[in-house]
């Protein structure tokens, strides 16, 4: 006898999978337990393959089971796509755009680039968060986001994609106070004894500065306060004697609202780049489209203006 597969039974598997027990995943997706369990065999007859095994705790895929629900994960998002297109083109928008950006690009490159879109294109909708790299990496895999802004990823992931915008010199800082910023040149071994403030952003510099310090025999950055935002991280270096690092492009901004100062710091040379990632084969809006060409645009200027 053959068997078609059911797109309705997928999506009950994949239900299932996420749950790993039959009982939560069908009172999750309004059945029977008996009709999901049924629902479930015939899928299995359509692939002639086990797809589960029963547990004390609920269930588990198998080998074959794991496959089917990565490939589940890419139709949902191929669908998601679909709609969002569709949706673009019946009712004429250029659709909204959800970003999520390195909190360092914020204003100097993602807040003209979004003032720059918004004045060309009036109706497209923008939702934007602060996000770690791993973190907007995750979301675009899933769909939650479709652009990030932040630090390329070297060697880059296969399944997305990385537009390189402008390049990063990284830059030690201090008040304008602090025993060091008064030196010509500041050395490694100076560093030593230092406290430092750093943020969920501040790879790579603070710890290649550190493995530096070790390989000269001595002691590790020694980390006094960790935070996720850079408006925080500022007002402590500029109002006591830690230490932090940022780009050389947001220190600019930095100084205007802080005393502080660069450290010459001998043998400290650390480039990082920024770019827009995006999920390999997603659909990219109209708007997505346009907004990357601004990007460009933009760090173009910036880079200049270095």
């Known amino acids: 006898m053959v068997y078609q597969m059911n797109f309705r039974d997928i999506e009950y598997f994949a239900v299932l999978a996420e749950h790993g027990h039959v009982g939560r995943a069908a009172e999750a997706l309004g059945l029977s337990q008996p009709a999901l369990s049924v629902s479930l065999r015939r899928l299995e007859q359509s692939m002639n393959a086990k797809l589960c095994k029963r547990t004390p705790k609920g269930i588990e895929l198998t080998d074959v089971g794991q496959v089917l629900l990565s490939q589940v994960r890419r139709l949902r998002q191929t669908r998601e796509d679909v709609m969002r297109e569709i949706a673009d083109l019946s009712e004429g928008r250029a659709g909204n755009l959800r970003i999520g950006a390195h909190a360092g690009l914020i204003d100097s490159l993602l807040g003209p680039a979004c003032c720059t879109l918004l004045k060309s294109a009036p109706n497209v909708t923008l939702s934007v968060s602060v996000e770690s790299s791993d973190a907007a990496l995750a979301a675009i895999r899933e769909g939650r986001l479709d652009l ?53 952003f501040s790879a790579p510099a603070l710890p290649l500065l550190s493995l530096a310090l070790q390989d000269r025999g001595r002691k590790p950055l020694r980390y006094v306060v960790q935070t996720s935002s850079l408006t925080f991280r500022d007002q402590l270096v500029a109002n006591t004697e830690l230490l932090g690092t940022s780009s050389k492009r947001l220190l600019k901004q930095i100084k205007a609202r802080h005393r502080v100062v660069e450290l010459p710091i001998r043998g400290f040379n650390v480039k990082r780049s920024v770019g827009v990632f995006y999920r390999k084969d997603a659909y990219l809006s109209p708007a997505a489209r346009q907004f990357i060409s601004i990007l460009k645009t933009t760090a173009k200027i910036i880079a200049k203006e270095q």
């Open 148 to 200: 990030g802004l932040n630090v390329m990823q070297s060697p880059p992931h296969p399944d997305i994609v990385q537009e390189h915008l402008l390049d990063d010199t990284i830059v030690v800082f201090a008040a304008a106070g602090h025993r060091l910023a008064k030196r010509r040149q500041v050395t490694l071994d100076d560093l030593e004894d230092e406290r430092w403030t750093a943020t969920a």
